[in-house]
């Protein structure tokens, strides 16, 4: 190693490390900006899949309500007021609220709404239930 000229050779050794003296401290910096960008990219993975998650639930909950018309429509569930009461009570028990209930004979078409917890995003979802489209239309109890 080479002394630069009106140094000593101790302190040509400890420059020899280093090119700059104010990049002292720069490697702090980088590390904790690296941390607060890992920081946020991790709640934000987190706010996503709860809203994903919402949705499954909403969408398990209008299921539930539909089929549940469906069958009162059917005459296979007495009592509760008709397929829409059934509907609005079965979403509430999923904690989720019936938007809109629509019976077109057998068949039912709920639209229920919930929100995500981190976000408090409205999330809906809808679900249609009855007979297929290819089974004769029967009013009333079944056999």
Same mark, same amino acid.
């Given at each position: 190693?080479?002394? +630069?000229?009106?140094?000593?050779?101790?302190?040509?050794?400890? =420059?020899?490390?280093?090119?700059?003296?104010?990049?002292?401290? =720069?490697?702090?910096?980088? =590390?904790?900006?690296?941390?607060?960008?890992?920081?946020?990219?991790?709640?934000?993975?987190?706010?996503?899949?709860?809203?994903?998650?919402?949705?499954?639930?909403?969408?398990?909950?209008?299921?539930?309500?539909?089929?549940?018309?469906?069958?009162?429509?059917? $005459?296979?569930?007495? $009592?509760?007021?008709?397929?829409?009461?059934?509907?609005?009570?079965?979403?509430?028990?999923?904690?989720?609220?019936?938007?809109?209930?629509?019976?077109?004979?057998?068949?039912?078409?709920?639209?229920?709404? $919930?929100?995500?917890?981190?976000?408090?995003?409205?999330?809906?979802?809808?679900?249609?239930?009855?007979? #297929? #489209?290819?089974?004769?239309? +029967?009013?009333?109890?079944? #056999?």
């Amino acid at each position: 190693m080479r002394r +630069r000229e009106g140094t000593s050779g101790r302190e040509a050794t400890a =420059s020899a490390g280093r090119t700059d003296p104010d990049d002292a401290g =720069s490697a702090s910096v980088v =590390s904790v900006s690296v941390v607060v960008v890992i920081a946020v990219l991790a709640a934000a993975a987190l706010a996503g899949t709860q809203a994903l998650a919402e949705r499954s639930r909403v969408a398990g909950a209008a299921d539930a309500s539909a089929l549940a018309a469906a069958d009162a429509a059917a $005459g296979l569930v007495t $009592g509760g007021g008709g397929p829409c009461s059934l509907a609005a009570s079965l979403a509430r028990a999923n904690a989720v609220e019936l938007s809109s209930c629509d019976v077109d004979e057998l068949v039912v078409t709920v639209v229920v709404t $919930g929100s995500a917890p981190v976000l408090g995003v409205a999330v809906r979802a809808s679900a249609t239930a009855g007979p #297929p #489209p290819s089974a004769p239309r +029967r009013t009333g109890p079944g #056999p």
